[in-house]
């Protein structure tokens, strides 16, 4: 009797043990599963390539902005503003791309919204009074509609 007792002890032991190292089989299997599905690819670009990209969009940027320079009046503006939000686009899609993390991507987005903001606002320099207060009012709108639909893509 007592070696029966002892025996069935074991044998239910043996069964959890199993069901347990099924049950982190499964789970595992279901995490590997979701780090597959998560899109962000790794880096494939080393630091002096990166450094050498960057080093090269500062320099566009310099020569656009100097373009800018041969403009008059508020088209000056808006020039140097499309410059400078091509410059926070160019240089957050490099980041993204040297980071490969989610996170980068986010803020490639959040960029995005931003210098569309920029570039709306210095197309409202050169209006005046009630017509540039509704300009600023609406690029303030689209900046706050494209910020949230960036963090909601985010997320």
């Excluded at 979701?34 to 390539?49: F, G, I, K, Q, Y």
């Excluded at 503003?81 to 490969?100: C, N, P």
């Excluded at 569309?116 to 207060?133: H, S």
Aim: aromatic fraction near 4%; proline fraction near 1%.
């Amino acid at each position: 009797m007592f070696n029966d007792a002892t025996t069935t002890e074991k044998s239910v032991k043996r069964s959890t043990l199993y069901a347990a190292v099924v049950g982190a089989l499964i789970v595992s299997a279901g995490a590997m599963g979701l780090s597959a599905a998560v899109d962000s690819p790794r880096s494939l670009m080393d630091r002096n390539e990166y450094a050498q990209s960057r080093r090269a969009i500062e320099a566009d940027v310099r020569l656009n902005l100097s373009k800018c320079r041969d403009v008059e009046g508020s088209a000056r503006e808006l020039c140097r503003a499309e410059a400078r939000a091509d410059e926070r686009i160019r240089k957050a899609e490099l980041e993204a791309s040297y980071r490969g993390t989610v996170a980068a991507s986010d803020e490639v987005r959040l960029e995005r919204a931003k210098a569309r903001y920029v570039i709306a606002r210095a197309k409202c320099v050169d209006q005046r009074g009630e017509d540039k207060l509704a300009c600023l009012k609406g690029a303030r709108a689209e900046k706050a509609k494209a910020l949230a639909e960036a963090k909601h893509a985010a997320t």
